[in-house]
């Protein structure tokens, strides 16, 4: 079963304790009930967290986040009270952290899509719909959807595949005044970001998101936002459908990962294999490329 090819032993730092280690962000809790996220250069895919390390990748994710948070603060608020390291941690953690609150999170992944590639394009090549949703006709790999849509998921553990479900299936398990709100707060925020992106030269074609409810029931994003490892980002100077598109995502170790290069069968048992040195470079370079794309700000 998928999962991790190597799991990291969880750091114990003095006055946190560790909750979670996810695919990609080790989370702890301190002693005012916050949480403590810490994003690490790990890479997962097809339900596999890789054996190599991408380096910058951890701090680059959280920047990234918020950098898109401050974005997008007038359209919903967010679970970040600081990026302070708490005392007693690595020095490592430094660019990587963020202390949040506490949140009672919806079990769903918030998909919204503007352009057709993917597992909706699976689907709408078998049945012409994308989450039960149906499509005109004619629609190839990359082509911009009339309209954004909201294609959710169920939120999957470690080594599970996240499903697509259909919007009554959202509204049946969290009810249909939540399932609303979901779907209009996604739009929102994917129609605002793929309007910033746009203008720094980016397509973003698709993305998911994470929310919670605070002490007051209002919904807020959590989690990270509109990086790399949530969105598919595509140089909007090459965008061209009809076939895959160069991407600024992971769609790159994706590929390398399904060629003969790599000598490794996705749907055999055996675990995915280290990347080779020059895979991890070019990896990197693009996820330092569309932070720098997108903020206008060098990395370095």
């Known amino acids: 079963m998928p999962g991790f090819v190597d799991k990291p032993e969880p750091l114990q730092v003095p006055g946190l304790v560790h909750l979670h ?22 890479t997962s895919v097809y339900d596999w967290v890789l054996p190599t390390a991408v380096p910058d ?19 919903v608020p967010n679970h970040v009270i600081s990026t302070e390291v708490p005392e007693g941690a690595p020095a490592d953690w430094a660019g990587r952290t963020m202390v949040c609150r506490s949140l009672r999170m919806v079990p769903v992944e918030c998909v919204a899509r503007g352009y057709l590639t993917g597992s909706g394009l699976a689907e709408y090549e078998e049945h012409r719909t994308v989450c039960g949703l149906a499509l005109p006709e004619g629609l190839v790999d990359g082509s911009e959807l009339p309209a ?18 259909a919007y ?9 005044e ?32 994470e929310f919670g409810f605070d002490e007051q029931d209002a919904l807020v ?62 990896s990197r370079a693009r996820y330092v490329e569309a932070y720098e794309r997108l903020t206008g700000t060098s990395w370095s």
């Not at 280690?21 to 790990?42: C, F, H, I, P």
């Not at 954004?148 to 479900?165: L, S, Y």
């Not at 009554?168 to 249909?176: D, L, N, S, T």
């Open 178 to 209: 939540t399932a609303a709100l979901l779907r209009q707060t996604t739009l929102a925020v994917y129609s605002r970001a793929r309007d910033v992106a746009r203008d720094r030269g980016i397509v973003l074609a698709d993305t998911k998101f």
């Open 148 to 165: 954004a849509i909201f294609t959710p998921a169920t939120k999957a553990a470690v080594g599970d595949h996240d499903e697509n479900v």
């Open 168 to 176: 009554e299936e959202v509204a049946r398990q969290v009810g249909a």
């Open 57 to 75: 990748k951890g701090r680059i994710l959280t920047q990234l986040s918020l950098w898109w948070f401050d974005q997008l603060a007038d359209l």
């Open 21 to 42: 280690t996810g695919k990609v962000r080790d989370l702890y809790q301190n002693a005012a009930g916050e949480l403590v996220m810490v994003a690490s250069d790990r």
């Open 221 to 282: 994003i959590a989690d990270e936002v509109l990086t790399p490892d949530s969105s598919r980002f595509w140089p909007a100077d090459l965008w061209e459908p009809g076939h895959a598109q160069p991407s600024f995502d992971k769609q790159f170790v994706r590929d390398w990962l399904t060629s003969d290069a790599s000598g490794w069968d996705r749907h055999a048992e055996q675990p995915p294999p280290a990347l080779p040195a020059e895979i991890v470079e070019q």
